[in-house]
């Protein structure tokens, strides 16, 4: 007699973060989380500080440059450890935990956080233009904190995007893809309306007709101090490049992909903030009077509000173009923040997997996503989009953010020297000169920082410190859990 046997149990296949990334997905995070706000406003401050054409296109110029030797330098690392945390992977192998946890910290608490929420109120900003019940008038708070329907707005599109990225990579791939697309489409209209479908004439003899005009005041001392000023809103334009390196773990054939896309993506971008600089010379003057009347006489350094792309437009179509820029700085701000909260999340949950950050954000869900860093990321991100406090925070940590940079691309120094043997199917381009300059470049900013606006770096680095003290607590807490 047969006796009938229970059928064994499978094994519940266990959740892991899978490949699902390719080359185009990965380059359009790039692209997509480095295109925010800040090409279509910074280009005001700048001109204020600098104060000329040329000076304007060499921001932008070095600022790029800048940016490539960078993303060229984590393209080794990228290559070498394709891990999920990237960048936060780099600096715990090259320097140890502590200096890891501090990037992880920062980037949740300030970094990431703040840029999400800084894009979303961006993106309820320019709604509220064409839909005026979203006002910035605060309902009920205290000083700058409270709700309003900008707030609100903007809290809106983070728990929307975050909800979206909880269904799968699949799903936050496919809006990367989709907005990057729309707002590289709207960069190159931009440029194409300002510089060679309806230039201005007179702007372009404002700017470009002869060389004083071009060159603008003298080139001393007190002029490159103000350059390096003026360099902070070409690079938090041009940031986030390496958030891609977050989702190494997810991204086909890593050592491939991930340092072609580092390049192509930043690359892209660069060209295109050039260029669409370019556009706004050939429709404004660069100087200005602050107190004008019009948007011709404002000119670049003296837009309304900063929006120097929306006077651009204005100058091509009147009203028509305000509106027209405002659709495209939405479309822009909306695909920036969907990219920096899909790639910030995968930093929380490395810093769980490695025991200084709570358990529960090394979990995936069923769609294999770290759902609870998810829901941890886009909740504080909307407690600093209601505090209004987001702004002076991003200007408190660009010190810091330039810090760990620099961090990062001397790791490929340290780890050429602990770590000969190791695999390296991309080696950075240039080595050992073009890293090694951008590492003296960004730390002669650093110091330029610290001289022409210690209000703002040296608070960055407090927030910074601050994490020590959390990093011990964690290390301690999770000893007693293994003894």
Known sequence: ???????????????????????????????GSMIGSGIFIVSADIVRRVGSPAALLAIWIVSGLMTIAGALAYGELAAMMPAAGGQYVYLREAYGKLWAFLFGWTLLLVIQTGTIAAVAVAFARFLGVMWPALGTTVWFGFGSAGLSGERLGAIAVIAGLTAANLRGLDMGRRLQNSFTIAKVASLVLLIALGSL????????HANFGSAGAFLGGTWNGGFLTAFGAAMVGGLFS???????????????????????????????????????????LCELPAAGAANASTVWSRGIAHATSDRVAAAAMEMVWSRGGASLTAVLVMISAFGCANGLILTGARVTYAMAGDGVFFAAASRLNRVNVPAVALIIQGAWASVLALSGTYSDLLDYVVFAQLLFYVLTVGAVFVLRWTRPAASRPYRTWGYPWLPATYMVAASVLMLDLLIVRPRFTWPGLLIVMAGIPIYAFAVRRTRRTIS
Not at 249 to 276: F, H, M, Q, T
């Open 197 to 204: 479908l309806f230039p201005n004439t007179a702007a372009i």
């Open 238 to 280: 041009a940031d986030a490049w390496a958030t891609v390196t977050f989702t190494a773990a997810e991204v086909k054939n890593p050592r491939r992909n991930l340092p072609l896309a580092l390049a192509l993506g930043s690359g892209g971008v660069i060209l295109l903030y050039l260029l669409a600089n370019v556009a706004y």
């Open 1 to 31: 007699m047969l006796m009938s046997q229970a059928a064994p149990k499978l094994a519940a296949e266990p959740r892991i973060l899978k490949p699902g990334l390719g080359l185009f997905d990965s380059a359009t995070i790039v692209a």
